[in-house]
């Protein structure tokens, strides 16, 4: 006991060390844990060895992460989209996969070893690529949904191989008809559990959920991930596998974001444990002795990938700035990646000499993938060598274009969230000519429901406010708080209408500090708004006359706008 306890308190300090320095170093936590393992494990200090305790650990860390992947994973927004996610998906997966699983078995690898590690070097990172397009504002882009169209495919990819590593792990022959009846008997395991959870945990859930009782939730909600990976082993099936399909069938219930808000703390901890026994398998002795290895994966898991990557993808018709840009971001190697070799070494199905430079250069293009994505349309204007040539409008940009062309000094308010939509409706009753751009595709329904003047379009994009007639407009208003998007936006204005007045909400002070010093931005921070409103709703329950409620309120707003605060203009 007393030895478990100190490996757990070893584990636990070392993963908040890695946590905090990857936070500072502003690159992905998970590089900081498999680092921490690399450095604890026998290859180096030998402080902790792998064992029984830690492997549970870890798969219930897998478990997690693919249940909160497949909560991601909308089956609706896939039907949507099925012609864009299986023409691109499928041609990067065998554009990427089928070349190197050619190459490993004319270098000797047995075709299921190398269909394995292929299929893996395919893989992407659902979790860095989409966090960092969102950050950039990028996300309702040509390239953006391809990409995110390619790593859907890939998601559903991972129901065949994790099938095929269950058959490889049970010591049977993964034929292809076997490899299909396990897909078969997962399918058939999904309907049921899909058919099952309308009536049983749907139900059972939502009443937890209307208890208010938050423990019970977190409680019922982790013991159905633990219960649907239970029950894939029990029938043969991977454990891991059954969690992603819970994951998918309540992906579609009422309260989705309330399960990821309670259990990301628990995905965080526990999937740091499962990377973190990855470190613990790397072995620098054989990554010093195959430096050439580690070196040639790399060069396959980055620029080779996002080569192939922009050919597949220029054979669904998309341009060639487009298609580098894709490609770009997807030239790294993913999560899923990282879960099949750690699997494989776990259960030593294919050589540690050959999985080992690999599982490096893995990690080592996930390091890079940040910088990549961040500077994806540069690299890509000098690949496609289309540095001065015009790209063709994004189909919701012809559209605001042609609805908006009679606009003459109206007022362009970014975002239609619950404020956007409040401002709207005031300028409505006063007369005042404005419209929404909103790039969430439900909230755009939910405003045109409410009868506001909305257009889907991505705000950040500069082609787009000028499709909703940025050069005639009197007045841009940012109506939702994130700072990348809103230093995009003020950007774009400032290049294109440098006189043109940009008032922006704020819900930090540290925000409006960032956006004072830019001309013709006025910052309007919700707080104080808030603390204003308040106040005088508190002084008029007291009983104080209107007018000294007026003068004290109006007093404190000169307060705060002499120091720069809410509503202060920054020029």
């Known amino acids: 006991m007393q030895g478990l306890l100190g490996a757990t308190l070893i584990l636990l300090a070392a993963?908040?060390?890695?946590?905090?320095?990857?936070?500072?170093?502003?690159?992905?936590?998970?590089?900081?844990?498999?680092?921490?393992?690399?450095?604890?494990?026998?290859?180096?200090?030998?402080?902790?060895?792998?064992g029984e305790a830690l492997?549970?650990?870890?798969?219930?860390?897998?478990?997690?992460?693919?249940?909160?992947?497949?909560?991601?994973?909308?089956?609706?927004?896939?039907?949507?989209?099925?012609?864009t996610v299986l023409m691109a998906g499928a041609l990067q997966m065998i554009a990427v996969a089928a070349p190197l699983i050619l190459l490993l078995m004319w270098l000797g690898q047995p075709a299921q070893s190398a269909a394995l590690l292929g299929a893996a070097a395919a893989m992407s990172s659902t979790a860095l690529v989409s966090?960092?397009?969102?950050?950039?504002?990028?996300?309702?882009?040509?390239?953006?949904?391809?990409?995110?169209?390619?790593l859907v495919f890939q998601d559903l990819a991972s129901v065949p191989l994790l099938a095929l590593l269950a058959i490889w792990a049970r010591g049977e022959s993964p034929k292809i008809e076997s490899v299909l009846l396990e897909v078969l008997g997962v399918l058939v395991l999904f309907a049921a559990a899909a058919v099952a959870s309308r009536r049983v945990l749907h139900g059972l859930l939502g009443w937890v959920a209307r208890q208010g009782h938050e423990e019970a939730f977190v409680l019922v909600s982790l013991c159905v991930v633990v219960a649907a990976a239970a029950a894939a082993h029990a029938v043969g099936v991977s454990?891991?596998?059954?969690?992603?399909?819970?994951?998918m069938v309540l992906g579609e219930s009422d309260f989705r974001h309330h399960m990821e808000s309670h259990?990301?703390?628990?995905?965080?901890?526990?999937?740091?444990?499962?990377?973190?026994?990855?470190?613990?398998?790397?072995?620098?002795?054989?990554?010093?002795?195959?430096?050439?290895?580690?070196?040639?994966?790399?060069?396959?898991?980055?620029?080779?990938?996002?080569?192939?990557?922009?050919l597949a993808l220029r054979a669904t018709r998309l341009s060639a700035l487009d298609a580098w840009c894709t490609g770009i971001a997807l030239g790294h190697g993913g999560e899923f990646g990282l879960l099949l070799l750690g699997m494989v070494l776990q259960q030593h199905l294919i050589p540690a000499t050959v999985v080992q430079p690999m599982l490096v250069a893995l990690v080592l293009s996930m390091a890079l993938a940040p910088l990549l994505i961040r500077h994806h349309d540069v690299l890509a204007r000098f690949l496609?060598?289309?540095?001065?040539?015009?790209?063709?409008?994004?189909?919701?940009?012809?559209?605001?274009?042609?609805?908006?062309?009679?606009?003459?000094?109206?007022?362009?308010?970014?975002?239609?969230?619950?404020?956007?939509?409040?401002?709207?409706?005031?300028?409505?009753?006063?007369?005042?000519?404005?419209?929404?751009?909103?790039?969430?595709?439900?909230?755009?329904?939910?405003?045109r429901a409410a009868g506001a003047p909305v257009f889907h379009g991505d705000a950040s994009r500069p082609d787009t406010l000028l499709a909703a007639g940025l050069t005639h407009a009197r007045m841009v208003v940012l109506t939702f708080a994130h700072a990348q998007q809103a230093l995009r936006i003020a950007q774009a204005i400032a290049e294109r209408r440098p006189a043109l007045t940009l008032w922006m909400s704020c819900r930090s002070t540290t925000t409006a500090d960032a956006f004072r010093a830019m001309p013709n931005v006025r910052v309007y921070q919700q707080s104080f708004a808030a603390a204003l409103g308040l106040a005088e709703q508190v002084m008029t329950t007291l009983g104080m006359s209107a007018e000294m409620v007026e003068r004290n309120i109006s007093a404190m707003r000169r307060h705060l706008d002499s120091g720069g605060f809410a509503g202060s203009p920054s020029s």
């Not at 966090?131 to 949904?145: F, I």
């Not at 454990?239 to 994951?247: K, M, P, T």
């Not at 470190?279 to 080779?304: C, F, I, K, R």
């Not at 404020?419 to 005031?426: M, Q």
């Open 55 to 83: 492997d549970f650990l870890s798969e219930l860390g897998v478990a997690l992460l693919l249940f909160m992947v497949g909560l991601e994973f909308s089956l609706g927004h896939f039907w949507l989209a099925r012609k």
């Open 384 to 447: 496609s060598r289309t540095g001065g040539v015009i790209q063709p409008p994004q189909a919701e940009e012809v559209e605001i274009a042609a609805q908006t062309a009679r606009y003459r000094d109206h007022v362009i308010l970014c975002g239609a969230g619950e404020l956007g939509l409040t401002v709207s409706e005031i300028l409505r009753h006063a007369g005042v000519a404005h419209l929404l751009l909103e790039a969430d595709e439900q909230k755009v329904e939910a405003a």
């Open 15 to 50: 993963c908040s060390l890695a946590a905090m320095a990857t936070a500072a170093f502003r690159v992905p936590a998970l590089l900081g844990y498999l680092a921490a393992g690399a450095l604890l494990g026998p290859s180096v200090s030998g402080v902790i060895a792998p």
């Open 131 to 150: 966090r960092q397009l969102a950050d950039q504002g990028e996300l309702t882009t040509r390239h953006g949904r391809s990409a995110i169209a390619v």
């Open 263 to 310: 259990l990301k703390p628990f995905r965080d901890v526990l999937s740091g444990v499962f990377f973190v026994t990855i470190g613990l398998q790397l072995d620098g002795a054989q990554v010093l002795s195959a430096p050439l290895a580690v070196l040639a994966w790399l060069l396959a898991l980055v620029p080779v990938k996002i080569l192939l990557n922009t």
């Open 239 to 247: 454990a891991a596998l059954g969690a992603f399909l819970a994951g």
